[in-house]
């Protein structure tokens, strides 16, 4: 695979994908899957995804939802995965092949370089690969173009922060012991980015998308899918905005912010589940004009 230059707006996503954020992400990958899974599914089922279809998984990450969507278009339908990550592109090739999947191709590609297709998807998809664009509206008009006439957009991105318990219970038990992260501006790139329904709103717009519906869905999500507490709290201090506080910090820290996030989530344990918090996502639909 050819590999992405680390230069231009999205450089530091570039980095961060390739190193720590994209080994984490394989690192837990299964764990990540199992929690994520229902937000993949009902934009499956919001996009109403058919047999046959075309489909463009934007941010593809490690490839579950890819794979999914495969299954769902079946053999007359393909399905291309894109991804700035090496690393979580490797798994999801392997997945492909371990599923015997043969409508399935994955590339290196940062969305907001391209086009890398012309009039080419039904269906635009994403997970949660979508809020790390510098310039979102040039990598929507960059989707537009890579859609049939009437081809249309389906993602799940985050709420806010404190509409997410199963992130911000760990950094609100960890702020105490830490300086205070710097608050990200409303346009910067970051998991959070697309929380507010108006700007996701301008972004489409402007990138020529029509019919813009943004729904909420906030299901319950079990940490990790993980049943045993303590291997939640390694999760925890391991991957998200809480691990990332705790970086730099002394071993005698690190304990003590252990302590605090095993007390927050202890409460929340529910022996025959695991942790148990509740999420905000909002489920986007919307039509090439
Ligand atoms: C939170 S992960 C989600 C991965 C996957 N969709 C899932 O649900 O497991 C975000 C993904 O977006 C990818 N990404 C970020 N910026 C991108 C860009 N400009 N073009 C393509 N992919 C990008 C990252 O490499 C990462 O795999």
Redesign the pocket.
């Known amino acids: 695979m050819p590999k992405l230059e680390t230069s231009g707006p999205?450089a530091d996503?570039?980095e961060?994908?390739?190193g720590e954020?994209?080994e984490k992400?394989v690192r837990y990958?299964n764990a990540?899957?199992v929690m994520?899974e229902p937000?993949?599914v009902e934009t499956i089922r919001r996009a109403g995804v058919k047999a046959g279809e075309a489909v463009l998984?934007?941010?593809?990450?490690?490839?579950?939802?890819s794979i999914d969507l495969a299954r769902k278009v079946g053999i007359t339908g393909e399905v291309v995965g894109?991804?700035?990550?090496e690393l979580?592109l490797a798994r999801a090739e392997d997945r492909a092949a371990h599923a015997e999947m043969s409508n399935v191709f994955f590339e290196l590609?940062?969305?907001?370089?391209g086009p890398q297709h012309r009039d080419s998807f039904d269906l635009a998809f994403?997970?949660?690969?979508?809020?790390?664009?510098?310039d979102p509206v040039e990598?929507f008009r960059n989707v537009a173009a890579a859609l049939h006439d009437k081809g249309r957009v389906a993602f799940?991105c985050w709420q806010e922060l404190d509409r997410n318990q199963w992130v911000s219970l760990q950094l609100r038990a960890v702020l105490p012991l830490v300086e205070p992260p710097p608050r990200p501006g409303p346009d910067e790139?970051g998991?959070f980015s697309f929380a507010d329904p108006e700007r996701i709103r301008r972004i489409l717009s402007s990138a020529g998308f029509v019919d813009i519906e943004i729904e909420p869905f906030e299901p319950e999500v079990v940490l990790g899918g993980l049943l045993v507490l303590d291997d939640a709290v390694d999760f925890s201090l391991d991957i998200g905005p809480a691990s990332a506080l705790l970086k730099d910090v002394d071993a005698a820290t690190r304990e003590q912010a252990r302590d605090a996030v095993r007390a927050a989530l202890e409460v929340h344990h529910q022996s025959r589940r695991g942790v148990v918090l509740s999420a905000g996502a909002w489920i986007v639909t919307a039509r090439k004009g």
């Open positions: 999205n996503q570039i961060f994908w390739n954020g994209g992400f990958q990540l899957d994520l937000f993949g998984d934007i941010g593809c990450g490690c490839g579950d939802t894109v991804d700035i990550s979580m590609a940062d969305v907001e370089r994403s997970r949660f690969g979508v809020m790390f664009f510098g990598a799940a790139p998991p």
